[in-house]
């Protein structure tokens, strides 16, 4: 049973990580994505959220680990394109899966503020969006309006 929810309990926390890059990834054959990903894993690259689209594949990797994401990548013969400066804000909601909506007054937060979603991801216990760092003062706002008694680690710079 889909259960609605009050605002102010079911966010446990708010949390942002600095030093994120987008990647975006094209190729001809979706076969093509296991030959990328095992690549990847196999430099021990850190990567998250991947999406796999008709003709691309977009994920997050750590900043620091760009140069050898892309050396990897080129080496297997494709240009990625690269979007640094992104930070994840991870929102952690212990009941997520029984709530209806909750991913909804996230976003809509995030995008009140004019905040550009990259990427989203969720868990069963969260949900994680990609936005540019120039936006991030501003998201975390609008979510602690959102959801006014939640807890928040998040450091600005």
């Excluded at 690549?39 to 997050?60: C, G």
């Excluded at 120039?134 to 309006?145: F, P, Q």
């Amino acid at each position: 049973m889909v259960q609605r929810f009050e605002k102010d309990s079911v966010v446990s926390e708010i949390e942002c990580r600095r030093g994120y890059t987008c990647v975006k990834v094209r190729f001809k054959e979706k076969s093509e994505v296991g030959k990328i990903l095992g690549a990847l894993t196999r430099a021990e690259i850190h990567f998250t959220i991947p999406k796999i689209h008709e003709n691309s594949l977009n994920f997050v990797l750590p900043q620091r680990e760009e140069e050898k994401a892309l050396e990897v990548l080129k080496n297997l013969g494709y240009n990625p394109q690269l979007l640094s400066g992104c930070s994840l804000v991870i929102v952690y909601a212990p009941d997520m899966r029984n709530l209806f909506g909750i991913m909804v007054q996230i976003l809509e937060a995030m995008l009140k503020e004019g905040a550009e979603v990259l990427q989203v991801g969720d868990a069963y216990n969260s949900v994680s969006c990609l936005i540019r760092d120039e936006k991030l003062k501003d998201t975390i706002s609008a979510l602690r309006e959102t959801f006014p008694n939640t807890a928040i680690k998040c450091e600005f710079s």
